[in-house]
């Protein structure tokens, strides 16, 4: 009767919750795929990750977000983003991949269409002390800029907020600055985020890792006494099927901590 479908109708608004609602208007937005942004993209994790979202299935186009101008198929796009074929599935994969270009230090005034539509962002921006100069440089980076971006996700609605930190960050909120500005950092940056109250979050805590040539000097010391750590292409597949995960409903809302083995776990459980 029309009173049952008028019930129904009105239990299925009132159950179905605002991540699920922005889930299907995402969809909608590229044809039945998602948007992603990622900060830091052509970094050692953040290329491998631009890589992985351009294949995957549930992205519909990857917002590459950067500090310079990368021309569409120059040699300078293929040295910052590798991995992708030439001809056939490899063009259709690369077109998928929009290089956006900003000033961290006017994020709001330089972002322009960047978030537009985006389901999920990605911030995988970090550096070294050494290469920022020092201990403020490498805050500026690795907080204020994180920071500047989260609350620009915020603003323009994206749903879900994946961070790349670094295993041991629980510690940050426990120790003085003096004893680890890295750890101090990367845990007032996870605080930022959780902060603003995204509808949910993935926070990506690896260890050691195999940066190849942008390996750190702490690696190359880690390595020579045998440390293994996890590969940036391991890396950036497991948060690329996360990705995949959250825009069809599939992750769970709130935070989200993936850290040290978990990271290697996830990835066995969910590849192809």
């Known amino acids: 009767?029309?009173?049952?479908?008028?019930?129904?109708?009105?239990?299925?608004?009132?159950?179905?919750?605002?991540?699920?609602?922005?889930?299907?208007?995402?969809?909608?937005?590229?044809?039945?795929?998602?948007?992603?942004?990622?900060?830091?993209s052509t970094g050692a994790t953040g290329r491998e990750l631009v890589r992985e979202l351009a294949h995957s299935k549930d992205i519909g186009r990857v917002n590459a977000i950067t500090r310079r101008k990368i021309e569409a198929n120059s040699e300078e796009w293929h040295a910052a983003f590798p991995g992708f074929h030439k001809g056939g599935d490899g063009d259709e994969h690369r077109r998928k991949v929009v290089v956006k270009v900003v000033d961290y230090e006017d994020l709001d005034g330089t972002l322009g269409d960047a978030l537009k539509d985006v389901s999920v962002a990605l911030c995988c921006l970090g550096t070294t002390h050494k290469d920022a100069g020092g201990r403020e440089g490498f805050t500026k980076v690795d907080f204020e800029y994180v920071q500047a971006a989260a609350i620009a996700c915020k603003a323009a609605q994206v749903g879900h907020f994946a961070l790349l930190t670094s295993s041991g960050t629980s510690l940050g909120g426990k120790i003085p600055r003096w004893m680890s500005n890295y750890l101090w950092t990367k845990a007032k940056a996870e605080k930022a985020v959780d902060d603003l109250g995204f509808t949910s979050t993935s926070m990506w805590r690896p260890g050691l890792l195999e940066r190849g040539e942008?390996?750190?000097?702490?690696?190359?010391?880690?390595?020579?006494?045998?440390?293994?750590?996890?590969?940036?292409?391991?890396?950036?597949?497991?948060?690329?099927?996360?990705?995949g995960k959250?825009?069809?409903?599939?992750?769970?809302?709130?935070?989200?901590?993936?850290?040290g083995e978990a990271i290697r776990e996830f990835l066995k459980g969910n590849a192809p």
């Not at 045998?226 to 690329?240: E, F, H, I, N, R």
């Not at 992750?251 to 901590?257: I, L, P, Q, S």
């Open 1 to 40: 009767c029309i009173c049952c479908i008028f019930f129904l109708c009105c239990c299925c608004c009132c159950c179905c919750s605002p991540r699920q609602h922005r889930v299907g208007r995402w969809h909608r937005a590229m044809g039945g795929k998602a948007v992603a942004a990622v900060f830091g």
């Open 246 to 259: 959250v825009v069809k409903g599939q992750a769970k809302e709130g935070r989200n901590t993936i850290e």
């Open 214 to 243: 942008f390996t750190r000097s702490t690696e190359k010391i880690a390595k020579w006494f045998g440390a293994k750590g996890l590969s940036c292409a391991d890396l950036g597949k497991a948060m690329s099927l996360y990705a």
